[in-house]
């Protein structure tokens, strides 16, 4: 394997010269986002990383060939399989009322109030599997996943912008301190297509919407945060919707949904101006806070559009298919192999060797196994709740003291997870006026998209939608951009 080349050393006026680049080059091209407590008007560039951070190729093409087989085991529990999912459901709802509970009832009253059939059998996926490299026995670097993310995965928009940026500034000859040659060789800078890939994935729901036809007629219905900081990732994707294929988009909050729009029948209208709504797109509604400002408006919201005949992304099932403890039992061989019967080894194999040791805190003789484990060896671990969006893991030391002032009967509500240990590189991050050049980690992330339907599993386009990389100051456990820890990266391959 090659080496990876060290970073660009510039100093003084010229790191000066390309941090003011960065700074001008993200304003005009919308990398952006609104800092806490934002007007309207007024955004900020979205923390970034200076450099693109090195990735080694075989392990970015690793993650990205294994994607589309991902997209299919995670439909597979949607639609044939289903009944598989909804057990383990039905018993994380009892640990997990509020909130898997109510996606589950919500499930529930829209089949039951469709005589028994889910209003919409086809469903949109916009997945993203996350990874970190961790070094394998032979001391080569491998992709290890992290989580697989079935709702409202975000940076697609992002992803694009930031990776064009750094291809801008390395073949404008910015990174070099001498000359003006790139600085990386043009080929080791991929730009990410995940703008483009999470479009296409909305523009193909909207196009079976309406009998394989590509009509403008129809919206994709946004249903988004009160608030939300990251909305410029989502707008680049309304854009592109708008600008590339003629499809027009609305947003509203969970909040707003039952004033603004009504169901015809079965069909989903915006009611002011009357615009039938192909695709029903969650960037909210993945954690209890998007519920909790009035619970009873916002769970009619969500069965309101469960109940129409809009394709959503995610349905309900889809969801839950990405819930932490459903990543726990995929990690058994036997399990995934009967829901991708038709998959090659080689191709298995691929996908297994992404995994790492996830173990139930159940009463199982595995659950026995992990509870020792957690209690005896916690620095190897990290525990994770049923929780999405960041900020709910446990790590290493924590997991003892935390565990015992939990009710034993609650255990099997949390897996526990080996930790992935990734390399380091001083890379720096910008954020603000502020250049931080200190260790960081990183972690790749994967889009794929899959329309499908739920009823028979028929998957009807399944698509790799390029890359995401985030990166963090190695010291901080969790990574997320918008709250504060992370910063959107591009790569480097070597
Ligand atoms: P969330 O649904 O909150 O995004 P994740 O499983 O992605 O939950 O965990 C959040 C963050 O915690 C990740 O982005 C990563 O930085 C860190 N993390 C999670 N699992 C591991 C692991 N097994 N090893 C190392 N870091 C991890
Ligand atoms: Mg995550």
């Given at each position: 394997?090659?080496?990876?080349?060290?970073?660009?050393?510039?100093?003084?006026?010229?790191?000066?010269?390309?941090?003011?680049?960065?700074?001008?080059?993200?304003?005009?091209?919308?990398?952006?986002?609104?800092?806490?407590?934002?007007?309207?008007?007024?955004?900020?560039?979205?923390?970034?990383?200076?450099?693109?951070?090195?990735?080694?190729?075989?392990?970015?093409?690793?993650?990205?060939?294994?994607?589309?087989?991902?997209?299919?085991?995670?439909?597979?529990?949607?639609?044939?399989?289903?009944?598989?999912?909804?057990?383990?459901?039905?018993?994380?709802?009892?640990?997990?009322?509020?909130?898997?509970?109510?996606?589950?009832?919500?499930?529930?009253?829209?089949?039951?109030?469709?005589?028994?059939?889910?209003?919409?059998?086809?469903?949109?996926?916009?997945?993203?599997?996350?990874?970190?490299?961790?070094?394998?026995?032979?001391?080569?670097?491998?992709?290890?996943?992290?989580?697989?993310?079935?709702?409202?995965?975000?940076?697609?928009?992002?992803?694009?912008?930031?990776?064009?940026?750094?291809?801008?500034?390395?073949?404008?000859?910015?990174?070099?301190?001498?000359?003006?040659?790139?600085?990386?060789?043009?080929?080791?800078?991929?730009?990410?297509?995940?703008?483009?890939?999470?479009?296409l994935g909305l523009k193909d729901a909207?196009y079976y919407?309406?009998?394989?036809?590509?009509?403008?007629?129809?919206?994709?219905?946004?249903?988004?945060?009160?608030?939300?900081?990251?909305?410029?990732?989502?707008?680049?994707?309304?854009?592109?919707?708008?600008?590339?294929?003629?499809?027009?988009?609305?947003?509203?909050?969970?909040?707003?949904?039952?004033?603004?729009?009504?169901?015809?029948?079965?069909?989903?209208?915006?009611?002011?101006?009357?615009?039938?709504?192909?695709?029903?797109?969650?960037?909210?509604?993945?954690?209890?806070?998007?519920?909790?400002?009035?619970?009873?408006?916002?769970?009619?919201?969500?069965?309101?559009?469960?109940?129409?005949?809009?394709?959503?992304?995610?349905?309900?099932?889809?969801?839950?298919?990405?819930?932490?403890?459903?990543?726990?039992?995929?990690?058994?061989?036997?399990?995934?192999?009967?829901?991708?019967?038709?998959?090659?080894?080689?191709?298995?194999?691929?996908?297994?060797?992404?995994?790492?040791?996830?173990?139930?805190?159940?009463?199982?003789?595995?659950?026995?196994?992990?509870?020792?484990?957690?209690?005896?060896?916690?620095?190897?671990?990290?525990?994770?709740?049923?929780?999405?969006?960041?900020?709910?893991?446990?790590?290493?030391?924590?997991?003892?003291?935390?565990?015992?002032?939990?009710?034993?009967?609650?255990?099997?509500?949390?897996?526990?997870?080996?930790?992935?240990?990734?390399?380091?590189?001083?890379?720096?991050?910008?954020?603000?006026?502020?250049?931080?050049?200190?260790?960081?980690?990183?972690?790749?992330?994967?889009?794929?998209t899959?329309l499908?339907?739920?009823?028979?599993?028929?998957?009807k386009e399944?698509?790799?939608?390029?890359?995401?990389?985030?990166?963090?100051?190695?010291?901080?456990?969790?990574?997320?951009?918008?709250?504060?820890?992370?910063?959107?990266?591009?790569?480097?391959?070597?």
């Amino acid at each position: 394997m090659s080496e990876a080349k060290d970073f660009p050393q510039l100093t003084g006026p010229e790191l000066d010269g390309l941090i003011e680049s960065l700074h001008h080059w993200s304003l005009s091209h919308g990398l952006v986002m609104y800092p806490p407590g934002f007007k309207s008007y007024a955004a900020d560039i979205a923390p970034v990383t200076l450099y693109p951070t090195p990735f080694p190729r075989k392990a970015f093409e690793k993650a990205l060939s294994v994607q589309q087989n991902f997209n299919r085991l995670y439909v597979s529990l949607a639609s044939q399989f289903k009944s598989w999912l909804i057990e383990i459901i039905e018993e994380l709802s009892k640990y997990d009322k509020d909130f898997t509970g109510m996606l589950y009832e919500t499930y529930k009253k829209a089949v039951e109030g469709n005589n028994g059939k889910i209003p919409q059998p086809l469903s949109l996926g916009l997945f993203r599997s996350d990874y970190m490299l961790h070094k394998g026995a032979d001391n080569s670097l491998d992709i290890k996943q992290i989580e697989f993310n079935t709702v409202s995965v975000s940076f697609g928009g992002l992803s694009n912008k930031v990776s064009l940026l750094h291809q801008f500034l390395n073949s404008s000859g910015q990174y070099d301190s001498e000359y003006s040659y790139p600085y990386y060789e043009e080929d080791d800078i991929p730009v990410s297509q995940s703008l483009e890939g999470l479009s296409l994935g909305l523009k193909d729901a909207n196009y079976y919407y309406n009998d394989e036809q590509d009509s403008t007629k129809t919206v994709i219905l946004f249903i988004v945060q009160n608030g939300e900081r990251n909305c410029f990732d989502q707008r680049h994707v309304e854009y592109e919707l708008f600008t590339k294929y003629g499809i027009k988009s609305y947003r509203l909050s969970l909040e707003e949904v039952s004033l603004k729009t009504s169901i015809n029948g079965g069909k989903l209208y915006i009611k002011k101006t009357m615009d039938e709504v192909s695709v029903v797109y969650f960037r909210s509604g993945y954690s209890p806070q998007d519920y909790e400002s009035d619970p009873e408006q916002t769970w009619k919201a969500r069965l309101h559009l469960e109940s129409s005949q809009a394709i959503k992304c995610p349905s309900i099932l889809t969801q839950l298919s990405g819930t932490k403890k459903i990543q726990q039992v995929l990690t058994q061989r036997e399990v995934v192999e009967k829901f991708l019967s038709d998959v090659p080894k080689e191709k298995m194999d691929e996908l297994f060797s992404t995994f790492v040791d996830i173990y139930p805190l159940d009463d199982s003789e595995l659950g026995d196994v992990a509870k020792r484990l957690a209690l005896e060896q916690p620095e190897r671990y990290v525990l994770k709740p049923q929780r999405e969006g960041g900020g709910n893991n446990i790590y290493k030391e924590n997991i003892p003291g935390f565990l015992e002032k939990l009710d034993k009967a609650d255990w099997a509500a949390y897996i526990l997870m080996e930790l992935i240990e990734p390399p380091t590189y001083r890379n720096s991050i910008v954020r603000q006026n502020e250049v931080i050049r200190k260790d960081i980690i990183s972690e790749l992330g994967i889009f794929g998209t899959v329309l499908f339907d739920e009823d028979t599993g028929e998957i009807k386009e399944n698509r790799n939608a390029d890359w995401l990389l985030r990166s963090k100051l190695s010291s901080s456990n969790e990574g997320g951009v918008a709250a504060g820890f992370g910063c959107v990266d591009s790569i480097y391959l070597y």
